[in-house]
């Protein structure tokens, strides 16, 4: 656990990577107080540059020992996907705590890493799922803990994007597995499997598919994926996502609880704040429309990393004040290690044709016992 700094303690912060997301992670951090963000670092040393003296930051580097060396508190990660776990690694071996964007990692392994070696050094792991943030997010969480939905039992969860070609194209790591580590899953829908896991809690089975119906000509990785979730609890869900979607019809998630009560959390047009579009408890149902007229539904990156801006200065402010108060932030790269378990257990269940078992099933929520006699016989 990080020792608990003095109140006045101002931390110094650098930014690795200057991505297109980078700049909500400079916007998070510049606006706090207790926080000085003294050098940028990127592989493209004009990029670094141009960030630098956008931002007024003092020092621009090329290499992560580089943005160490400036005396790090905090190192926030913005690179490629596949790159995080070197940075991570470094930045633990040098005592400096990490904020990660998602996904943590692309490979398990690799995560599991990141998560060992920032414990073993003592430094905290917090990984960037921002809507977490949204208060129609907390309100569910809510009703989840005070009983008004109970232990969630049934869930189904929509995320049906647009991208268009130019996307894909911009930056060259994207669309490939080597660099990307996947498509759809592994780039938009991680943080609705994050919510998912947050309100179901562990997962035991995965059975899911992925194919690639738009987007073949220019990625190698899936651009949409369907799968059934089983979790410990014996609560299910159903998965669909795609970037393969025109016109975006952006992403909603429902949540039935034990005590029969629903609610249902809806993003659209896509980065918008996200709302609670139904609300059905107690015999009565408060709906609004998950799809207002008038409103653009194809929406650029850049106005879609804008408008979270917000939720990922609460995510940093959580995190600064975890480091100050020496506890844990609100999501930790073992939070972040779930998700990442669930989309790599869909990629792999439609590799094998099979359902993918990452945990057992409470025995008092299994399926119910006509059909577990059934099942024995069929095999």
């Known amino acids: 656990m990080t020792p608990s700094p003095p109140a006045d303690r101002i931390f110094r912060v650098g930014i690795a990577g200057c991505g297109a997301i980078s700049r909500n992670h400079l916007e998070a951090f510049k606006a706090l107080d207790n926080v000085r963000v003294v050098g940028v670092c990127d592989v493209d040393a004009g990029r670094a540059r141009a960030t630098a003296e956008t931002w007024g930051v003092p020092h621009a580097v090329t290499t992560v020992d580089e943005l160490l060396a400036l005396g790090l508190?905090?190192?926030?990660?913005?690179?490629?996907?596949?790159?995080?776990?070197?940075v991570v690694l470094q930045a633990a071996a040098a005592g400096v705590n990490v904020l990660c964007e998602k996904p943590i990692a692309t490979k398990l392994e690799s995560a599991e890493r990141m998560v060992e070696a920032c414990e073993e050094a003592g430094v905290q792991l917090g990984v960037l799922f921002q809507r977490r943030f949204w208060p129609a997010s907390q309100k569910i969480r809510a009703a989840i803990d005070d009983g008004t939905l109970g232990r969630a039992t049934m869930a189904q969860c929509s995320v049906m994007l647009h991208r268009a070609p130019e996307y894909y194209n911009r930056d060259a790591w994207r669309g490939t597995w080597e660099s990307d580590g996947g498509g759809v899953l592994m780039s938009q829908a991680v943080h609705q499997l994050d919510l998912l896991q947050w309100y179901l809690g562990d997962v035991a089975e995965v059975y899911g598919k992925v194919n690639t119906f738009r987007h073949g000509d220019y990625i190698e990785v899936e651009d949409s994926a369907t799968a059934v979730i089983t979790f410990s609890s014996g609560a299910m869900a159903t998965l669909e996502a795609s970037t393969a979607v025109s016109p975006n019809l952006g992403i909603q998630l429902r949540i039935t609880g034990e005590t029969g009560a629903s609610a249902s959390l809806t993003e659209f047009p896509e980065g918008s704040d996200g709302r609670l579009d139904l609300w059905a408890e107690g015999g009565r149902i408060v709906v609004e429309p998950v799809h207002p007229e008038g409103v653009e539904p194809n929406v650029d990156l850049s106005t879609i990393n804008g408008q979270?801006?917000?939720f990922h200065k609460l995510q940093v402010q959580d995190f600064v004040q975890a480091l100050a108060g020496g506890t844990e932030p609100a999501i930790t790269g073992k939070d972040a290690l779930k998700s990442l378990r669930i989309l790599l257990a869909i990629y792999e269940s439609s590799r094998i044709g099979e359902?993918?078992?990452?945990?057992?099933?409470?025995?008092?929520?299994?399926?119910?016992?006509?059909?577990?006699?059934?099942?024995?016989?069929?095999?």
């Open 308 to 310: 979270l801006i917000p």
């Open 73 to 86: 508190d905090i190192v926030s990660v913005c690179t490629p996907h596949p790159t995080h776990e070197e």
């Open 355 to 379: 359902p993918v078992r990452l945990g057992p099933v409470h025995p008092a929520h299994a399926a119910i016992p006509e059909l577990r006699e059934r099942e024995k016989v069929a095999r």
